[in-house]
């Protein structure tokens, strides 16, 4: 069980910028208190531009703050996203894909037939697109689970699902694909939390169920 969170423990880059303006104005104030003290009396310096570089300052110290303010929205929303998507960790998940996490010798998956087949087979590939299994599943329309108990020495890892499936006549019958897996950690990716689901990486709204798995604790034993 892991909670992990890609916001980088350095300083913010508002907050670099504010230093640097600071180095800057600093710099600005020493230039004009030397440019003052050796001005020609006869021909003073336009105090229009001191004036132009004043605000400009001004402004840019406005920018920088909108950004800060920004920054903590930001940070406040991925706290947020983190704090709601702790309640999965350790749950079973359903999300729509056609890969899924083997674990222990099994991976698990869910299809949909839009009606009744003559026959559907469903294979199962490695990561490299080498067929691992070949098996025959239920043919008639609607909702089926698909636990797959993998060959002995299979490696646990990511593998597709693919089926096959046509009416009686031969028509071709779309299937919805989906996989299931415990929720083993949490990342905050871009603002929004991702789940690793038996070793898939998907963002929370991608989850189609939920259904109590094994406590927390059992989980991260």
Request: hydrophobic share 40%.
């Given at each position: 069980?892991?909670?992990?969170?890609?916001?980088?423990?350095?300083t913010?880059?508002?907050?670099?910028s504010q230093?640097?303006l600071?180095?800057?104005?600093?710099?600005?104030?020493t230039l004009?208190?030397?440019?003052?003290?050796?001005?020609?009396?006869?021909?003073?310096?336009?105090?229009?531009?001191?004036t132009?570089?004043l605000v400009?300052?001004?402004?840019?110290?406005?920018?920088?703050?909108?950004?800060?303010?920004?920054?903590?929205m930001?940070?406040?929303?991925k706290?947020?996203?983190?704090?709601?998507a702790?309640?999965?960790?350790?749950?079973?998940?359903?999300?729509?894909?056609?890969?899924?996490?083997?674990?222990?010798?099994?991976?698990?998956?869910?299809y949909?037939?839009?009606?009744?087949?003559?026959?559907?087979?469903?294979?199962?590939?490695?990561?490299?697109?080498?067929?691992?299994d070949?098996?025959?599943?239920?043919?008639?329309?609607g909702?089926?689970?698909f636990?797959?108990?993998a060959?002995?020495?299979t490696p646990?890892?990511?593998?597709?699902?693919?089926?096959?499936?046509?009416?009686?006549?031969g028509?071709?019958?779309?299937a919805?694909i989906?996989?299931?897996?415990?929720?083993?950690?949490?990342?905050i990716?871009?603002?929004?939390?991702?789940?690793?689901?038996?070793?898939?990486?998907?963002?929370?709204?991608?989850?189609?169920?939920?259904?109590?798995?094994?406590?927390v604790?059992?989980?991260?034993?």
């Amino acid at each position: 069980m892991e909670v992990n969170s890609a916001a980088a423990n350095t300083t913010s880059a508002a907050s670099q910028s504010q230093t640097k303006l600071a180095q800057d104005f600093d710099q600005f104030l020493t230039l004009l208190t030397t440019q003052l003290q050796f001005q020609d009396p006869l021909d003073p310096l336009d105090s229009n531009q001191f004036t132009e570089q004043l605000v400009s300052f001004t402004q840019v110290e406005q920018t920088i703050t909108t950004n800060k303010n920004l920054e903590r929205m930001i940070s406040q929303t991925k706290t947020a996203a983190m704090s709601n998507a702790v309640g999965y960790l350790g749950t079973e998940v359903t999300i729509e894909t056609d890969r899924a996490g083997l674990r222990n010798g099994t991976a698990k998956w869910e299809y949909g037939l839009e009606t009744n087949a003559e026959e559907v087979k469903l294979t199962v590939q490695d990561a490299s697109g080498k067929v691992i299994d070949e098996v025959f599943g239920p043919n008639k329309a609607g909702l089926h689970d698909f636990i797959w108990d993998a060959p002995a020495d299979t490696p646990d890892g990511i593998y597709q699902l693919t089926i096959s499936a046509e009416t009686i006549d031969g028509t071709e019958i779309q299937a919805a694909i989906f996989s299931k897996g415990t929720v083993e950690a949490i990342e905050i990716l871009d603002g929004d939390a991702h789940l690793s689901v038996n070793g898939i990486l998907t963002a929370a709204g991608n989850i189609q169920a939920v259904k109590p798995n094994k406590p927390v604790a059992e989980v991260a034993s």
